[in-house]
């Protein structure tokens, strides 16, 4: 399986250090460029962090609607310790499936 990780350097050292391969990105914006070049690479898992959800949220919602099953992104927290932001995305996405505002 192809694995990406996209962060900055200390984050992606703990990834490729089992084999994954690392692209450096220092903000959302870069970030978000970087994945686009990935999924045209046909990566099956992306590995994001947290705090990246944002700015790469749209990109990431098209290709789960065009593509299908692959890529699978994995927003995982980070050393700055900004949490929740993947939450509240899964959060709303199941209130808007089940038609009520769900608190957790």
């Not at 870069?30 to 099956?44: N, S, T």
């Not at 050393?79 to 932001?85: N, Q």
């Amino acid at each position: 399986m192809s694995i990406a990780v996209v962060g900055p350097s200390p984050f992606i050292t703990c990834f490729t250090l089992i084999g994954a391969v690392g692209f450096e990105a220092e903000d959302g914006e870069r970030a978000d460029e970087v994945l686009r070049r990935l999924i045209e690479e046909d990566y099956k898992l992306i590995i994001l962090p947290e705090r990246f959800a944002e700015e790469t949220r749209e990109l990431r919602q098209r290709v789960m609607a065009e593509e299908g099953i692959t890529p699978v992104f994995a927003l995982i927290p980070d050393f700055t310790l900004e949490t929740g932001m993947r939450m509240e995305e899964l959060r709303r996405v199941i209130s808007l499936a089940v038609g009520t505002k769900l608190e957790l």
